[in-house]
DNA sequence: TTGTACGCGTTATCAT
DNA sequence: ATGATAACGCGTACAA
């Protein structure tokens, strides 16, 4: 009841105080000026959840990631704010502790209304499918965009932005091959993440291509974290036929296998080189510098948010998944092969 | 128009769907079956929209940064979370970039509904007064809980959970003094953050009381950037009274100013020593790994929620700050003085 | 240019 | 245990 307190006040009617606040050009300067004392007056604060309510929409977007505190996720985060600033949305942030969920979960709030859109940059992969029941298919599919991750089979109706994971990889591989290394380990992501399979993927053929073998033991599990990429590095660190050099599906990984190396005593890159992708800001100051493959993040967030802004507003065109460029950044955490 | 489908579908009235919704157990057995299917077939959700406006509630929180993807903050978050979800919050992160902004920008979202409280992790000291106008008097003061930082004259009324930033700092200082050093520099966050202010007074207290010396320019600001540290530590190394020390008001900074001591040839702890704050995940893999104090960040998150829970429910007791305890972990960037 | 009046989908109150 | 209905605060079609 408090539009019609100012309203009041004004001594007009509702419907001139709630133009005045949407449509202000449909009111007369003297009018405007009444209703402006009255809401000074009163403090009032129209309400978002009536107003929303009307509207049918809540400019809530929600943005699913693995894991807050990303360095690398807050780079795109940095340009889904941009956007959404701008396009008057506010951000959700729902971190999936890097486990997979259901994919109703996401879709439900949308359906619920409790955000206009979705945009998902988290591990998708084993979406369980829906429990038992059908979703009901008079349900129209929600405004969902996905960014940084390849999409699994269900979810390639939804546009995304994203690298060519696979390719990248593989020129990461092939920059270590020219460098003379034969034996090189992978240490991958979870695996249920699509993202980091991709880029193993990129790594197998790369070594294909170049007629190297791929040993068996060579391709270990990192769990995406520092300390998973640590263990993960000890067991190729102890493998009998030891990499010369080590492709680590993002940089958190990287710098845990370079720690680890350090601490078993060898040296990164005499005696082991490292590549990681992404390029954090901490890679820079690792030391060595590391080695890295950067996407352009802060761009990714943009486009991916600009796309779920046109799928809100109905003017989807296509769903084809917008590439964006990778690129090499060579520092000093590679070198050619030992020997 | 949703609900009255239903129970038409179901050949009940709309307030029982309702309760069924809410309440099942006061709808009987067999009432419940033909509900159920009904929702079933139309694929029937519950307008969220509809129903916070009606409750008058969101079950939204924004939480205030000044960056996400700060692998400190990220812990923090993880104990909101979890509080959270058990008491069903969804979370709304602002970042704030680092600046600071007016107070009313925050709270406007609690009277115009958008939010049911406010959880503020960021840089708070300057908030500008309000424009003009005092905010009307009518307005009660929104839930609000800050965290980590102290508070400003005017935000003292609110409850807040942190370290004793000033104790602590003078901790980590005397433990440098403990080692033999005499010129200790800091590098101190930005200007207005009050958080990186008090770990100074901790520092120079520390200092006074040892009856060591504060050199002018042995203080810089780091801008709580990596970068930033980097161009602080330049100044500090090329000081005539060069520090066998430095404090760096938290982490992201103390990893700045190791890689640029390094890069300037000289030895982490044998020609300098770095001591941090905050114990992100990262310090421990630096080389050489960072000793620093550390702060319970996952406890600082759940005390924050639930007292925000509190002051929502009304039930907010005393406003008190709550202080936590930290502790210092020493590692390998800290030796005694050289000579 | 302004006012009247209805409806958005839900929950809650009061009967039954 | 269930049904009828008022109310939440706002936006807007329509009338004036």
Redo the contacts between chains.
Sequence with gaps: MSIKKVAQLAGVSTATVSRYLNNPEQVKERTRLKVQSAI????Y??????R??RR?R?S?IVVVLP?????????V??GI?RVADEQGY????R?TQSNSHEFDEYT?MV????ADGILLLASISPFEEPTG?P?????VHPPIVLGLESVTAELNQFPSVRVDNVAAAADGTHYLIQLGHQRIGFIAGKRNSLLTHDREKGYRKAMRKAKLPVASGWVVEGEQT?EGARRATRRLLSHKERPTAIFCANDEMA??A??EI?NAGLKVPEDISVIGFDDI??AE?M?PPLTTIAQPAEEIGERTMRRLCQAIEGSDGDSEAEIVPHKLIVRKSTANAPR
Tied chains: 1, 2.
């Design positions: 000074d007056e009163t403090g604060a129209p309400n978002t959840l009536a929303n309510f049918g809540t809530l894991t807050v505190g990303d360095p690398f996720l807050e780079n985060m940095r704010w506010s951000i959700l942030i971190d439900d359906f619920s209304k409790q029941k979703r009901a298919s008079n349900k520092l710098l845990g370079i720690h350090k800001r901490y100051i030391d």
